[in-house]
C-alpha cells in the first residue's frame, strides 16, 4: 500500500472544526504547515499564533516537524472551565440526601 507522507493542521472555532491534511516535506516548520493548508482563508486565526504538536505546546513554532504530526492551532478560552463547573454544580445538586445524576439515565 502507498501511503502519501502527510502532517494535518487542526483548529477548532466557536462554530466549525477544521482538520485538514497536508503533504509532508522534510524540514517542514509549523508556520509551513499552517501556510500549505489554507486555514487563513478558511477562518480567522487567533494572532499571535498559539501552536502545539498533538497537545504539547510548541515553544518554538520554527520546529521542524515529523510525519503525521498533527500541528494544532489555540485559541483563547471564552469562559473559565471552574465557572461552568460551578454552575453544572449548581443545576445538578449531588449530597447526602439527594441522588445523583447517574439515576435521571435509568428512567
Do not use: H
Amino acid at each position: 500500500m502507498n501511503e502519501i507522507p502527510q502532517v494535518w493542521v487542526a483548529y477548532a472555532a466557536q462554530d466549525q472544526q477544521f482538520l485538514i491534511a497536508v503533504p509532508f516535506q522534510q524540514g517542514m516548520t509549523a508556520f509551513d504547515a499552517i501556510e500549505q493548508s489554507g486555514i487563513r482563508a478558511q477562518t480567522d486565526l487567533p494572532e499571535p499564533l498559539a501552536l502545539g504538536v498533538f497537545g504539547v505546546r510548541l515553544q518554538d513554532p520554527d520546529q521542524r516537524l515529523q510525519f503525521g504530526d498533527r500541528v494544532e492551532i489555540y485559541r483563547a478560552l471564552t469562559i473559565n472551565p471552574q465557572d461552568i463547573r460551578r454552575k453544572r454544580a449548581a443545576e445538578n445538586p449531588v449530597g447526602r440526601y439527594c441522588r445523583g445524576n447517574r439515576f435521571k439515565q435509568l428512567k
